[in-house]
Structure formats: C-alpha cells, structure tokens
T-cell receptor, first 112, second 113 residues
Framework: GENVEQHPSTLSVQEGDSAVIKCTYS??????FPWYKQELGKGPQLIID?????GEKKDQRIAVTLNKTAKHFSLHITETQPEDSAVYFC???????????FGRGTSLIVHP | DTEVTQTPKHLVMGMTNKKSLKCEQH?????MYWYKQKAKKPPELMFV???????INESVPSRFSPECPNSSLLNLHLHALQPEDSALYLC????????????FGSGTRLTVV
C-alpha cells in the first residue's frame, strides 16, 4: 500500500509568517494529492488539491507544489492568520485503489 | 446542499447496547465512506460504499455493521462495542470512488462505557 510521510508534526509561526508542510509518498502511480484542514471538533475539510499533470496550484493564500520525480508535495500558506490554526493532513492514493492514505497530520499554531 | 450531515453529534453507550450512526448527503455523490479517528491521529478507513454496494471492508470487527439504504444515506450499526472503540466516527462522500476529494461530516463522538 501507499506510505505517506508528513513533516513537521507541529509548526508554530507568528501571524503574517509563511508556513510550509511537506509530504512524501511511495507509489509512483499516485496521481491525485489533496490537502485537508481539520479544526477542533470538526471533520476534515478539503482546502486544495493537485493532480499529477500539474506542478503547482494556488488559491489565494494557499498553494500546493508537486515534485513527481522526488515524490513529494507541499502545502504553502502565506500571510498566516490565527484562524489558520488547525491540523492539516495530506493524502495520496495508491494507483490501484484510488483510496487515499493520510499523512499523520501537522498541527499548525499561528500566534497573534 | 454541499454538506455531509451526521447524527448524533455525541453518543455514550454501554458495552451491551445497540446503537446506530447516521450519515446523509444530497450532493449526488456515489461513493460514501466510514472512517474512525482517534485523538491526534489521521482518519482510518473502515468501509467504502460505491453505488450503494460495499466495495471495501478494511477488516473491521463484525460488531460494526454498515448499511447503505439508498444513494443519500449511510448507517453504521454498533453492537457489543469495547471501550477501545471510543473515537470520532467520520462519514465522507465523493463523486465516485476514484481520484476526487472527499466531503467529510463533522463526525459522531462515541464513548463506550
């Protein structure tokens, strides 16, 4: 099955700084890479995703980059705000089943 | 409607009880999922329904019994649970089983006493 490693497990930044979370995957056939944000007491929410035919995708303050050769993808959040504080999960499906394997999560804390 | 609705939000049950968790979506999604999430851990897949048929059972104990009455509803029947089954149970849906993002509900916080 797919093996997804996510780093760091905790990230603490000051408001206005940038935050970067990185995931690596093992299955070279993986072709879809979503990122989820989970706030306390809520379910994960899809915030951005990227497919393997694209190297970068942006949505306002959020961007995702994909390096298929190195088998890693990263979430970039610019101008962080306290409401960005949450746990972020990456995911990557194995080519055979399309069911995603989640990374272990990154707890992002944005200090005002 | 772009939501997945789960009920109840909280549930406390004894080890001899029978209870059910409910999940509903009206986005026309044809794949629905049950996940279990322990504190500070990622969601762990339990079951996948595709076009109302069970397509994946991740070796889940038989004390958890899923049911998909129609394309909008997904139930999880619980019987003779153990305290270690206490967790957040998440329902999710997607357009189909392959290659698209999931919409998650807010979950049912289950405590087994």
């Amino acid at each position: 099955g797919e093996n997804v490693e996510q780093h760091p497990s905790t990230l603490s930044v000051q408001e206005g700084d940038s935050a970067v979370i990185k995931c690596t995957y093992s299955d070279s056939a993986s072709n879809y890479f979503p990122w989820y944000k989970q706030e306390l007491g809520k379910g994960p929410q899809l915030i951005i995703d990227i497919r393997s035919n694209v190297g970068e995708k942006k949505d306002q303050r959020i961007a995702v980059t994909l390096n298929k050769t190195a088998k890693h993808f990263s979430l970039h959040i610019t101008e962080t705000q306290p409401e960005d504080s949450a746990v972020y999960f990456c995911a990557a499906p194995s080519g055979g089943s399309y069911i995603p394997t989640f990374g272990r999560g990154t707890s992002l804390i944005v200090h005002p | 409607d772009t939501e997945v609705t789960q009920t109840p939000k909280h549930l406390v049950m004894g080890m001899t009880n029978k209870k059910s968790l409910k999940c509903e979506q009206h986005m026309g999604h044809r794949a629905m999922y049950w996940y279990k999430q322990k504190a500070k851990k990622p969601p762990e897949l339990m079951f996948v329904y595709s076009y109302e048929k069970l397509s994946i059972n991740e070796s889940v104990p038989s004390r958890f019994s899923p049911e998909c009455p129609n394309s909008s509803l997904l139930n999880l029947h619980l019987h003779a649970l153990q305290p270690e089954d206490s967790a957040l149970y998440l329902c999710a849906s997607s357009q189909d089983e392959g290659g698209s993002g999931y919409t998650f509900g807010s979950g049912t916080r289950l405590t087994v006493v």
